[in-house]
């Protein structure tokens, strides 16, 4: 049997945006989840976005940094993704006790 994974998907396309990459990450989540896997999705819902330039119904969200980290840090202290908090502690330059 396949393990247990804990997915992250962090993207700035999402509803309501209808488009290929929405539907297919939409798509993944599902069938993630239908074989176990635990799904987490950090979005554009709640952010600032501006227009793209050249398609301005498109929308781009401002990720700010911290405020991203901060939501990362306490899906980890949840325990939602505290397997991976080494690896992402370690990204940062951080040790981990």
């Known amino acids: 049997m396949a393990a247990h994974l804990k997915i992250m998907i962090v993207t700035d396309a999402w509803s309501p ?20 896997h635990t799904v987490r999705y950090i979005t554009p819902l709640g952010r600032r976005t501006f227009p793209l330039p050249t398609y301005p119904e498109i929308r781009l969200a401002l990720f700010q940094r911290r405020a991203l980290m901060r939501e990362i840090r306490a899906a980890i202290a949840a325990g939602t ?5 080494r690896e992402f502690y370690a990204l940062q330059g951080q040790a981990v006790s």
């Open 17 to 36: 945006q209808v488009n290929g990459v929405v539907r297919t990450l939409e798509t993944l989540g599902k069938d993630l989840a239908s074989l176990g």
């Open 81 to 85: 993704f505290a397997s991976y908090a």
